[in-house]
């Protein structure tokens, strides 16, 4: 499955104008999306002041950097992990006990 990657640029305009969270977000895009809708309402209704709604969003896009990040490395090592199912099942189920104790090492048992 492909998520689209929307920039914050993007996310923070849809949360301005209250439109509803688009579909297909990774985890990232969720929590910045709902994040800024409700930075964008407190804003609104007078109940933070500038100076505080521009320190919070400064802070929800240094979390978002930051949780995208971790999302693309859990992609990659997703897409790793899936690569080696085949030749790691293969070494459990073979006769080479070295390769039995690797892939125990590796599954986190040994």
Known sequence: MSERVFTVEELEALAKKGEQIPDGLNFAQIN????????CHAYRVKSISKDKATRIKKALYDEYVRENRIFEIWQATDAMRKKLWKVSREAYTGNCENCKKMIRIFDGLD
């Not at 910045?32 to 930075?39: E, P, S």
Request: glycine share 0%; proline share 0%; with cysteine.
């Open 32 to 39: 910045f999306y709902i994040c800024m809708l409700n930075l």
